[in-house]
């Protein structure tokens, strides 16, 4: 993980990171989503969504790079999605599979934590595909706790402390 490098995402970012999350979609989700779903990925869209995030106070957007190439991403801020009982949210989350069991994923942990307890919030929430096994297990050991069951997805939280 030397040549790892973690830093804000910036407009210019967001299309790389859109094609990067098709491809660990691809990756990870074969198998657990429908492949038209998979097949159905929109580039476009999601590089949309990455921009509106750089452009959002209350959401920060991570990327990690190696060589000048991005291998991982992450959201850490305001719940995208309306959990109203959480004031934080990693709601991305995302490493390729030739980067993952390197300490990237923790390193993201480690910077939403820092985002989180610098914001002055003590915890965040995640959600994660039931099926998703290896990120269940990874979030599990990094000291997450299952909180909620709900359709599919497995809601965690991490405190900070």
Known sequence: MKDVIFRK?????CRNLSELKREVWITTYSGIYPQEKLDGYDVEKNESIFRSFVERPDIELYLAENNGEAIGLMTVGKPYKLYNEYDQEVALLYIRK???RMGIGRKFLEIAKDEVRRKGFDRFVLSVNEQNANAIA????????????????RRMVFSVD
């Open 98 to 100: 030739d980067f993952q």
């Open 138 to 153: 990874f979030y599990e050991a990094t000291g997450g706790t299952t909180v909620f069951h709900d359709g599919g997805q």
């Open 9 to 13: 995402a910036t407009i210019e970012d």
